[in-house]
Nanobody, 121 residues
């Protein structure tokens, strides 16, 4: 019913930039929030940034001032602009959407397949 498709990952040198995109498709009634999580080797998955349908944003301390999350509600798409990338940012990045498929149904968290971001020194 619902699919999240990510794009924009890749290899970049330290100090460079990448822009991740994630589009949600399928039967969607409403999305309350979309966000990005990441998981580095040997680490737990952590929240990177999240944005609500109203435009409120929240960031992990490690990315504040460098990453910017944005959302196109009409397209059910979330973006993550990543600037001044560091090797510590290397991880698999996962897109998340908290959505409901119809009126009066509970919201449920959907996840993308993940995209690799590698930052070299």
């Amino acid at each position: 019913q619902v699919q999240l498709v990510e794009s924009g990952g890749g290899l970049v040198q330290a100090g460079g930039s990448l822009r991740l995109s994630c589009a949600a498709s399928g039967t969607i009634f409403s999305i309350s929030a979309m966000g990005w999580y990441r998981q580095a080797p040997g680490k737990q998955r952590e929240l990177v940034a999240i944005i609500t349908s109203g435009g409120s944003t929240s960031y992990a301390d490690s990315v504040k001032g460098r990453f910017t999350i944005s959302r196109d509600n009409a397209k059910n798409t979330v973006y993550l602009q990543m600037n001044s990338l560091k090797p510590e940012d290397t991880a698999v990045y996962y897109c998340n959407a908290d959505l409901t498929v119809r009126v009066a149904r509970p919201y449920y968290a959907y996840w993308g397949q993940g995209t690799q971001v590698t930052v070299s020194s």
